[in-house]
């Protein structure tokens, strides 16, 4: 857990375990899944104090060997600087793009790791906040860049992705682990279990949705992603993943 200033608040009324609040909590779908990896979730506050569905917090619910830190700009965050000063820790950034690293091509061994632990850091907001928060944070800029090739579309249903192929944090975490896995970077583990929770937390929303009572969900029917138009986005921009 993170100390204090660092720490995202915990509102009144929200569960300690899932981070939602207390009348919507999924603690009984959670899934404990330990990691070799630390992943840092890097939250932008938007995502933190407004997002029902993020799924940042259900990821770090489920991985003991991680944690969020709130933040926009990082560059002086005291955890942040913490994590990369540690010489045990090798610490990249999970982002995609040309001069990233491809785990699931294996272009990232465990040799590179010597006896660190790794660690992976993650922008957790909408594509705007994500381009943001790492422009602001100088201290991020160095750091490798680690990437997969993802292995299944979305199943993020009551969100339109901009692509099939751009997943929620969750999913990344879990598509993540399984190329770790196959490279020998990471132990063996029930890494799908992370769709559990993910997809209770789309069930609660859909139902919350046909419920005429439920003032503070959209109301009416989500259609199915293969249904829905294509969202427009500038073609010279790179998918998250």
């Not at 009348?23 to 029902?52: D, G, Q, S, W």
Request: aromatic letters at 8%; hydrophobic letters at 35%; one cysteine or more.
């Amino acid at each position: 857990m993170l100390k204090d200033l660092e720490q995202p608040p915990i509102g009144r009324g929200t569960c300690q375990g899932c981070y939602r609040p207390a009348n919507a909590c999924l603690c009984e779908h959670l899934v404990k899944l330990p990691t070799r990896t630390r992943f840092v979730i890097l939250m932008h506050p938007m995502e933190f104090k407004r997002e029902k569905a993020a799924t940042g917090k259900l990821s770090h619910a489920c991985l003991p060997n991680s944690e969020i830190i709130w933040e926009e700009n990082f560059t002086e965050n005291k955890r942040v600087n913490a994590l990369l000063a540690d010489k045990k820790n090798y610490v990249v950034l999970l982002y995609p793009g040309e001069s990233s690293l491809n785990v699931s091509k294996g272009e990232f061994l465990p040799e590179a790791l010597g006896e660190r632990q790794l660690v992976v850091l993650l922008l957790d907001g909408t594509w705007a906040c994500a381009k943001k928060m790492l422009k602001l944070s100088t201290n991020l800029h160095h750091l490798p860049r680690l990437m997969f090739t993802p292995t299944a579309q979305s199943q993020f249903h009551i969100k339109q992705q901009p692509d099939p192929l751009c997943l929620s944090t969750i999913e990344s975490i879990m598509q993540f682990l399984e190329a770790l896995t196959e490279h020998k970077l990471e132990a063996q583990g029930e890494w799908q279990s992370l769709m559990k929770p993910f997809m209770a937390m789309q069930q609660y929303q859909i139902e919350a949705s046909l419920d005429p009572n439920r003032k503070n969900y959209r109301s009416g029917t989500y259609s199915k992603p293969e249904e829905r138009i294509p969202l427009k986005t500038n073609k010279s921009r790179k998918l998250f993943f």
